[in-house]
């Protein structure tokens, strides 16, 4: 056996000492070198920078500011700004989950403009879905100076709420007027498009597999559902609850297509995972989607196209819309009057999972 003796740690080397050359430092980049590089004043840049320039500072200059901060790879000290404003540059995006891509592209929106104010955002999880979101720090009024919740009950934000930051809402309740400022997506007309796209094909029969959440966006698309359906003569809708998953999915397609009755031709569902599994029941079940079951779904994940065949659903743009929340949130810190935008627009995207139903037998 091979014996290893242990190897002395290396001594520490003397400084150069004379005439040799140590490593040089980075210049640090001032706001003096932003204002000379974009052309104005350091009052300007000042202004810029601290997102205080409106109405001060034309938007020419303040794009020229900020391309030449970019450029240099100004870093400002964030620590005196704070001692100086009371402002820590932070806000909080709470969601309700993290397994699916759509909170994750709406973090990317948000942390965007974030970006373009100097502003970090923290991404926070709530452990207890749309529940109540507890308070991730010991004092959130210490460390943040605003809130955005994407897609959460806002009496489930009390802890937060306690702090007496400003609150941006998004995919909710707009007559909530707990919130400082509220921005949503036509979540309603997204659920028309898809009634209006199944029965121009021919369905009549169509179950919705609703989503067994207790928030405003799902009751939302429950009502508009109805509403759209109740407007054709001679459709029979159905309605059964699905927990946000393939497995739930799955189940509630299959006791949608074995229970008492006709079979549904169609089967729109209320989500993209939800629509997965409703697929998987299909073809368990012998059938083919979508010569004998169409199947809708809604969010346009990854996963509608990963699924075969493709999956007819609503793409929702959702870094615009953490975009949009986030402006909404610099605009409340700036003590200006919120305007929020209308909803944003969806689209609906037809694939290969819906067709004309099958002849009645």
């Known amino acids: ?32 070198d932003v204002a000379r590089a974009a052309g104005v004043s350091q009052a300007a840049v000042s202004l810029v920078l601290g997102d205080k ?60 403009i974030a970006a373009d104010h100097d ?24 460390t943040l100076d605003g809130v ?3 897609s959460m009950a806002a009496e489930a934000l009390t802890a937060l709420r306690a702090a007496g930051l400003p609150l941006v809402m998004l995919d909710s309740d707009p007559d909530d007027d707990r919130a400082t400022a509220t921005v949503n997506l036509d979540i309603a007309d997204g659920a028309r498009q898809l009634a209006a796209h199944l029965t121009a094909l021919g369905h009549r029969r169509i179950t919705h597999l609703a989503a067994d959440v207790d928030s405003w966006t799902f009751a939302l698309r429950r009502h508009a559902v109805t509403q759209a ?16 998953g393939i497995d739930a999915g799955l189940r509630a397609a299959h ?50 196209r990963a699924v075969d065949p493709e999956l007819t659903t609503v793409r929702l743009p959702a870094e615009e819309f953490g975009e949009a929340g986030m402006r909404a949130l610099m605009t409340a810190l700036d003590g ?26």
């Open 1 to 32: 056996m091979t014996s290893h003796k242990a190897t002395p740690p290396a001594l520490p080397q003397p400084p150069p000492t004379g005439d040799a050359p140590g490593p040089a430092a980075a210049p640090r980049i001032t706001s003096r």
């Open 53 to 112: 320039w409106r109405g001060r500072v034309s938007e020419t200059k303040a794009q020229a500011v900020r391309a030449a901060a970019r450029e240099l790879g100004y870093r400002p000290n964030l620590a005196a700004r704070s001692l100086r404003t009371g402002r820590t540059r932070t806000a909080l995006l709470v969601v309700p989950v993290l397994t699916t891509e759509f909170f994750a592209r709406v973090y990317t929106g948000a942390a965007r």
């Open 119 to 142: 502003f970090g955002v923290v991404l926070y999880p709530s452990p207890d879905g749309i529940a109540h979101a507890r308070d991730p720090f010991d004092s959130a009024a210490a």
């Open 148 to 150: 955005i919740a994407s």
């Open 229 to 244: 359906l109740a407007a054709v003569p001679g459709t029979h809708l159905r309605r059964l609850p699905s927990a946000l």
């Open 255 to 304: 006791a949608a297509l074995t229970g008492p009755g006709p079979r549904p031709t169609a089967l729109l569902c209320d989500d993209d995972i939800i629509a997965a599994g409703a697929c998987k029941a299909v073809r368990r079940l012998g059938l083919r989607v979508p010569d004998d079951v169409s199947v809708t779904g809604f969010d346009d994940l990854a996963l509608a």
């Open 336 to 361: 200006r009057p919120a305007q929020p935008p209308g909803p944003l627009p969806v689209e609906l995207i037809t694939r290969g999972s819906t067709a004309p139903p099958p002849p009645s037998p």
